[in-house]
C-alpha cells in the first residue's frame, strides 16, 4: 500500500543523507519535498501542516546541524514524528476488562469490510483463549447474516441465529442474554451499515449503545477511501464516541493517507488492522512497526511474531539438526514453503525484513510470487520420496516424467534443482555465520533461491 510514499520519501532522504553541512535552507527545502509527498499520499491537509512545522522546530536546533551526520539525524525526526502522529506509545490493545460478557460493537459504512472484519476479530480473540460469540446484527443487506454465520462455522466460533426480520436493538439484547447463560465472555455485534451516514443508521446504532453498553466501539475504515474514511470516522465518533479504529485493505495500492490521518483526527487510536482477505489476516497496530515500514527499513518485530504463530517448534528443532547435519533436502524445502505461506504473501514478509522489500523491487520479475511457489510444489509433489531425499538421483529420464506430472516444463524442473542445489550452500554457509550472519548473509542470496 506504502511503495509510492516509501519511494519517495526515500528519494528525499537520499539527498539528505549526501549533505555533508546542513542549513536551515537545505532542511526548508527537504521539508518542502517531504510536504508535497505527503500531500500526494492523500494525507490531511492540516496533518501534514502541523507535522512539517513540528519536524522543522526540531530539525532546525543547533544539536542538528552541528552533529556529525545532520541528515540522519533529520531522517530520525521524521520518523519519531510519523510515529507519534499515528499514536505511537499508546496502548492499543482492547479493553476487555469486565464482567463477561464483554460488548464490542463493529460500526461503518457497507463496503468496508465489516463482517469480514468482525470474524477476523473473533479468530483474534479466539486465539487469545476467550470465547467469543458473533452476533449478525445487520437486518438490511442482502445476506449479511448468512455470511457472518458461514464465517463462524469456517472458524468453529459460535453464531448467534437471529433473523432479517427481528428487530436489531432486539437481537443485540438477546444475544448478551444467550452468551451469560451459555459461558462465553465476549460478544463481538456486527451492526448495519449505510453508503453513507444518515439519520436512521445513527440512531439504530445509538439505540444499540444505550442498550447493551459496548467496552469497545470499533470503527470500520477501508483505507482505500482516502480521505472519506477520514471524515466518515469523525462522523461515526461524533455520534457514538468511538473507542477505536479498523484499518482494512491496508494490503491494496491506497496512497496510505487515512491511515497516517485518521489518529490525529479523531483522536481514538487505530488498533488493528487488515492486511488481506484471509481470516488471519489481522495485525494489532503498532505505529512504529507500520512506519518502519514506510520508511522501508522492515519490520523484524511483527515477522518474529508472525513465525512464532506459525512454525511448529518441534519441526523447527528437527529441520535446525538435519542443517547443521547437510540433510536439508526437497521434502524439508516443501514443507518450509508451506510454513512460510501460512504466514502471509511472499511480498509482505519479504517487506518486513530490512532491505529486502528494496531488493525484491531491482530484481523486478525475478522476485518469487505466489504463482511460481505453488508451481514448485507441484513438481516436488511429482517427485518419489527417495528423489525429495536425493535430487543428485534425478537424470534426465526422471525430469521428464516429473515436468509431465507437474503440468511444468524439463527447463523449469532443472532451474529448481539448480537453485535448490544453490541454496543449499548458502544454508550451510549461514549456519557456520550464526544468527548475525543470517541477515547480512540475506543480501547474497539474490538470485539463488529455489522460487
Given amino acids: ?241 468511538i473507542s477505536g479504529v479498523v484499518l482494512t485493505k491496508l494490503d491494496g495500492d491506497a496512497k496510505g493517507g487515512a491511515a497516517l490521518s485518521i489518529r490525529a483526527v479523531t483522536g481514538k487510536p487505530v488498533k488493528f488492522v487488515g492486511l488481506g482477505e484471509k481470516l488471519d489476516a489481522l495485525e494489532v497496530f503498532h505505529a512504529d512497526r507500520l512506519v518502519s515500514r514506510i520508511l522501508g527499513m522492515g519490520d523484524v518485530l511483527t515477522l518474529i511474531e508472525k513465525a512464532h504463530q506459525t512454525f511448529d517448534a518441534k519441526e523447527a528443532e528437527r529441520l535446525q539438526k538435519k542443517v547443521k547435519k547437510g540433510d536439508f533436502d526437497l521434502e524439508d524445502f516443501k514443507n518450509q514453503l508451506q510454513q512460510v505461506k501460512k504466514m502471509g504473501s511472499l511480498e509482505s514478509i519479504m517487506g518486513m525484513i530490512p532491505g529486502m522489500g528494496k531488493m525484491m523491487k531491482q530484481m523486478g520479475n525475478a522476485q518469487p510470487s505466489e504463482k511460481e511457489m505453488t508451481r514448485i510444489e507441484a513438481i516436488i509433489d511429482s517427485m518419489t520420496r527417495g528423489e525429495r531425499a536425493n535430487h543428485t538421483i534425478i537424470n534426465g529420464s526422471r525430469r521428464l516424467r516429473i515436468a509431465k506430472g507437474s503440468g511444468t516444463t524439463v527447463q523449469e524442473v532443472n532451474q529448481l534443482l539448480k537453485r535448490f542445489t544453490e541454496a543449499q550452500k548458502v544454508i550451510k554457509q549461514l549456519q557456520k555465520l550464526g544468527p548475525k550472519g543470517l541477515m547480512k548473509g540475506l543480501g547474497g542470496m539474490k538470485g539463488m533461491l529455489p522460487f
Avoid at 519517495?8 to 546542513?22: A, N, P, T
Fill in 1 to 241: 500500500m506504502f511503495d509510492t510514499l516509501s519511494d519517495k520519501l526515500e528519494l528525499v532522504f537520499k539527498k539528505l543523507r549526501g549533505q555533508g553541512v546542513m542549513t536551515e535552507d537545505n532542511i526548508k527545502e527537504a521539508l518542502r519535498e517531504v510536504r508535497l509527498v505527503l500531500l500526494e499520499a492523500d494525507v490531511n491537509f492540516k496533518v501534514v501542516r502541523d507535522f512539517v512545522e513540528r519536524v522543522r522546530e526540531q530539525a532546525v536546533g543547533s544539536q542538528v546541524l552541528q552533529s556529525l551526520s545532520p541528515g540522519q539525524q533529520v531522517i530520525k525526526i521524521v520518523h519519531d514524528e510519523l510515529v507519534a502522529l499515528m499514536g505511537g506509545g499508546e496502548e492499543n490493545g482492547l479493553d476487555l476488562a469486565a464482567k463477561p460478557p464483554v460488548a464490542i460493537m463493529m460500526v461503518g459504512l457497507q463496503g468496508a469490510g465489516k463482517t469480514t472484519s468482525c470474524g477476523k476479530l473473533a479468530r483474534f480473540l479466539k486465539g487469545q483463549r476467550r470465547r467469543p460469540l458473533l452476533v449478525p446484527a445487520d437486518v438490511y443487506r442482502p445476506a449479511a447474516i448468512e455470511q457472518l454465520k458461514t464465517l463462524g462455522r469456517q472458524l468453529g466460533i459460535e453464531t448467534f441465529d437471529s433473523r432479517a426480520d427481528q428487530d436489531p436493538v432486539e437481537i443485540c439484547r438477546s444475544a448478551i442474554r444467550y452468551a451469560e447463560l451459555n459461558g462465553l465472555d465476549t460478544v463481538i455485534l456486527d451492526t448495519a451499515g449505510r453508503h453513507q451516514i444518515d439519520d436512521y443508521l445513527m440512531n439504530e446504532l445509538v439505540r444499540i449503545r444505550d442498550e447493551v453498553e459496548p467496552r469497545e466501539i470499533l470503527f470500520v475504515a477501508d483505507a482505500m477511501t482516502g480521505q472519506e474514511a477520514v471524515n466518515v470516522a469523525s462522523g461515526f465518533n461524533e455520534q457514538l464516541e
